[in-house]
């Protein structure tokens, strides 16, 4: 059984950064793309970033050139790296995996993942 579990979440001031883990447990991660996707309340969920077992990385427009996506092989660790945050990008993110090679999908960032965590809060004030 896949267990993803987030932590790194906070309040930070516009401009600020963040650093948000996910600790990965029951399977290998290296054959797994891993990703985050977030939600903000009322809305719906938008994927944020995802890198596939090979290392290869994508971006959502709204993140692209402030959040890095990477992860610790032998740690079973993913990390999204957050800088230059915005009020918009407040909301709840949440680590997710998938077997399949995302970047064969039409849409790789499309948040259809079939594991996730439990979400960590991420809340950015003006």
């Known amino acids: 059984q896949v267990q993803l579990v987030e932590s790194g979440g906070g309040s930070v001031q516009a401009g600020g950064s963040l650093r948000l883990s996910c600790a990965a447990s029951?399977?290998?991660?290296?054959?797994?793309?891993m990703g985050w996707f977030r939600q903000a309340p009322g809305q719906e969920r938008e994927g944020v970033a995802i890198?596939?077992?090979?290392?290869?990385?994508n971006y959502g427009d709204s993140v692209m050139g402030r959040f890095t996506i990477s992860k610790d092989n032998a740690k079973n660790t993913l990390y999204l790296e957050m800088n230059s945050l915005k009020p918009e990008d407040t909301g709840m993110y949440y680590c997710e995996a998938d077997p399949r090679v995302r970047w064969l999908l039409p849409k790789p960032l499309e948040p259809d993942f079939p594991y996730w965590g439990q979400g960590t809060q991420v809340t950015v004030s003006s």
């Open positions: 029951g399977y290998t991660g290296r054959r797994y793309c």
């Open positions: 890198i596939e077992s090979d290392g290869s990385t």
